[in-house]
């Protein structure tokens, strides 16, 4: 089904101001839920809502939780989630970040005991809609295995790089593994392969059945050992600068809490060149969109251009939500 | 055959010197090259070296220019390369990024018009074995087809991530191809597959065969559209925040050259929790060596485990060089 998006806002909204938080932390919350799902990130977005309000109740996520600055070490600033919900204290730092970077070109805020923040993409969309290129990324419970490995120990660890550009930014929103447990699902309802191979069986051969590599829980790095490398370094990354737990320490709680983020900003309009940008970002993009396509009539992409596209078309049509989704969100009432 | 550290360094230092470069850039020059041959990095270290060599000879690398500070916005500081000696100014530039990082916990350098900088990793061992996170990477020409396109419109654009750790940091450092060309050309040399896709042959398939992608060129992204799009974005940034060329501009040019890099260093000594992070890092690292291998028999490693190895044989039986790269340096003495 296609609902409008406001109508989205207004129901999850009234849902999370039942649930006790207050209503500019609700109204905020909501729009982030909205927005994923609204550019087509339905996993990471209204899909996750009743697993959200389920760790409100469980008291996993406390909705009276704010972040706040714990000490500032040069221009960095170590925030303490305080286990509030997840997707407020990741914008409210990246928001920090932003305001950091109007003094010095970079701000940097790095976060420790928060909540998973949904989806990824949203905070760097947030700084490039303030004029700033955005760096994020989080840590994760261990989920995938290590490049060589069969047991879960490092994290998937998705890393966001956004640049502004027109009225959509140049978006890339990748978690480390080839993919996320949720579009393994999403896979698995529609009776889908993988695209490309996408975990191991359980006989260890590679495979791209997606309910084969939900069994096994093996996922497959993205780009093998370059994919699983980089995880690591990122969660040390994360881990080293917040003060936070690590993929191995969140691992040792009763589910997914208290990771470590990273936000980045870096204010382009102080920057002499920044009139000439917006024409050497399209240069670029207008380059590689005209590349040779491999396969006849199916056109080159930069990262961003399909998300603009599913946005359009969710805020003249309505945004996508799947029936049983909504069923579940209704119920919460 | 195998030759002592310290034999290569004094070898490329005294061809160098008798390229017009001064004596101290010789020696660091040189050291950088043998750094990356004896940590098992040929394809970036003396393999490489003749290359350079000519491009002294041609003109496109100046050995009397420096890298220059032009300007600074916040704590961001644009260098211009003047098109010097790549390694060098590349080195100069992270050495500049760990001094800012004294001030500010964070330091960053963008540098415009710099030659190849060899092998990526060795400006991350310089941030980490000054007590920094390193955060680097560069542009590159056209040299790979984004995900969707057969024509080289995107470059593979290498990105390092290190992590103070003991006598050898936890080292990062990957192109966004799953193959670079001169490891292609070495599995030629040694009549080896590739272990995974590394490209698509001249009738459209993905194969393992380095011969044919070094025939096709068309290189495939690590993570098929992943890393496509981390190479979209890294090209992106680092061009705005340096001034420098994109991808795009760069391949108008005669050769490669003329790129721009990123430099960032963290320096941990600023932290307060710096005397616990060391074991913080242990216990992620002996966490993931100690996971289930796939394979019997076969360790689990860390990123920058093997090079550790690779860099004690070295520096106790010489460094490993290929006898016939050995005569091509030994002739342009």
Same mark, same amino acid.
């Given at each position: 089904m296609r609902i409008p998006y406001s109508d989205i806002c207004k129901?999850?909204?009234?849902?999370?101001i039942g649930k006790g938080m207050d209503e500019v932390d609700a109204r905020l919350s909501s729009r982030l839920f909205a927005d994923?799902?609204?550019?087509?990130?339905?996993?990471?977005?209204?899909?996750?809502?009743?697993?959200?309000?389920?760790?409100?109740?469980?008291?996993?996520?406390?909705v009276k939780a704010k972040a706040e600055c714990e000490s500032r070490i040069g221009i960095v600033e170590r925030w303490n989630g305080n286990n509030g919900p997840g997707n407020l204290n990741a914008y409210r730092a990246m928001e920090r970040a932003i305001g950091l970077s109007h003094d010095n070109a970079i701000g940097v805020v790095a976060l420790r005991n928060n909540n998973h923040w949904m989806r990824a993409g949203n905070y760097g969309l947030e700084a490039?809609?303030?004029?700033?290129i955005g760096l994020t990324w989080t840590n994760a419970m261990p989920n995938m295995p290590a490049w060589g490995a069969r047991?879960?120990?490092?994290?998937?660890?998705?890393?966001?790089?956004?640049?502004?550009?027109?009225?959509?930014?140049?978006?890339?929103?990748i978690a480390m593994s080839m993919f996320s447990y949720g579009k393994l699902e999403q896979y698995s309802m529609e009776g889908k392969e993988c695209p490309v191979d996408g975990g191991f069986d359980d006989e260890g051969r590679l495979t791209r059945n997606p309910d084969a590599i939900r069994k096994t829980r093996e996922l497959l790095p993205m780009g093998y050992w370059k994919g699983s490398s980089l995880a690591i370094a990122l969660d040390l990354v994360v881990s080293l600068v917040s003060g936070g737990r690590t993929?191995?320490?969140?691992?040792?709680?009763?589910?997914?809490?208290g990771v470590s983020q990273f936000f980045m900003a870096?204010?382009?309009s102080l920057f002499p060149d920044k009139p000439q940008m917006e024409? &050497? @970002? *399209?240069?670029? /993009?207008?380059?590689?969109?005209?590349?040779?396509?491999?396969?006849?009539?199916?056109?080159?992409?930069?990262?961003?251009?399909?998300?603009?596209?599913?946005?359009?078309?969710?805020?003249?049509?309505?945004?996508?939500?799947?029936?049983?989704?909504?069923? &579940? @969100? *209704?119920?919460? /009432?």
């Open positions: 129901m999850l909204s009234t849902i999370l994923a799902s609204r550019d087509g990130v339905y996993t990471h977005g209204l899909n996750r809502f009743p697993l959200f309000v389920s760790y409100i109740d469980r008291g996993f996520v406390d490039a809609e303030n004029g700033c047991d879960a120990r490092i994290g998937n660890n998705p890393l966001v790089i956004s640049i502004p550009y027109k009225d959509t930014p140049v978006l890339v929103d993929t191995r320490d969140i691992g040792e709680l009763e589910v997914e809490t870096i204010d382009l024409s &050497k @970002i *399209e240069r670029t /993009l207008s380059f590689i969109d005209s590349s040779k396509p491999r396969n006849e009539g199916i056109c080159v992409h930069y990262p961003g251009e399909g998300m603009k596209r599913i946005r359009e078309e969710s805020m003249r049509s309505g945004v996508y939500v799947a029936d049983s989704v909504w069923a &579940k @969100i *209704e119920a919460l /009432l």
